[in-house]
C-alpha cells in the first residue's frame, strides 16, 4: 500500500505548477515625463520591493525599431519566480500603503495597461 501512494505522488509531481511567471503591460508616458521618470520610479520600486521581500523584478522593454509604438510608448515587465511569489507580490501591490505610494509615483508618470501574464514551462 505505501508503495502504491508513493508511486502515485512521483507520478502526479510534475504536475504542480512551475516555471517563472511574467508580467507585461504597454504603457504611455504622460505629457510632459520622460523615459527618465519612469526608471527612477522603477529604482524606487526594487529598493521598496527589496525591503519588503517581494520576489519580483521589474524592467522596462524600450522599443529600438517598432513601428507599432510610438516613442512615448513602452512595455513594463515584472516576473516572478513562481505562481505563489507572484501571487504575493499582486497582493502586496495593491494592500501595502508605501506600495500605493509607489503606484501614484508611476502613475504620474506613464499610464499602462493591465497587461497580460505568462507563466514558463521550465
Known amino acids: 500500500m505505501v508503495k502504491a501512494i ?8 510534475p504536475l504542480q505548477a512551475f516555471g517563472e511567471v511574467m508580467h507585461y503591460s504597454k504603457c504611455k508616458l504622460v ?15 526594487r529598493a521598496l520591493k527589496a525591503k519588503a521581500g517581494i520576489d519580483y523584478k521589474i524592467r522596462l522593454l524600450i522599443p529600438h525599431a517598432d513601428n507599432d509604438l510610438g516613442a512615448d510608448e513602452f512595455f513594463l515587465e515584472g516576473r516572478s519566480s513562481t505562481l505563489v511569489s507572484h501571487a504575493k507580490a499582486y497582493t ?5 500603503s508605501e506600495a500605493a505610494k509607489s503606484g501614484e509615483q508611476l502613475n504620474a508618470a506613464a499610464t499602462c495597461d493591465s497587461g497580460v501574464v505568462y507563466r514558463t514551462n521550465d
Not at 6 to 13: D, E, G, R
Not at 32 to 45: E, F, M, S
Not at 92 to 96: A, C, E, G, I, M
Open 31 to 45: 505629457a510632459g515625463k520622460t523615459i527618465d521618470d519612469v526608471q527612477a520610479w522603477v529604482n524606487d520600486w
Open 6 to 13: 508513493l508511486v502515485l505522488c512521483l507520478t502526479l509531481l
Open 92 to 96: 502586496w501591490w495593491y494592500s501595502d
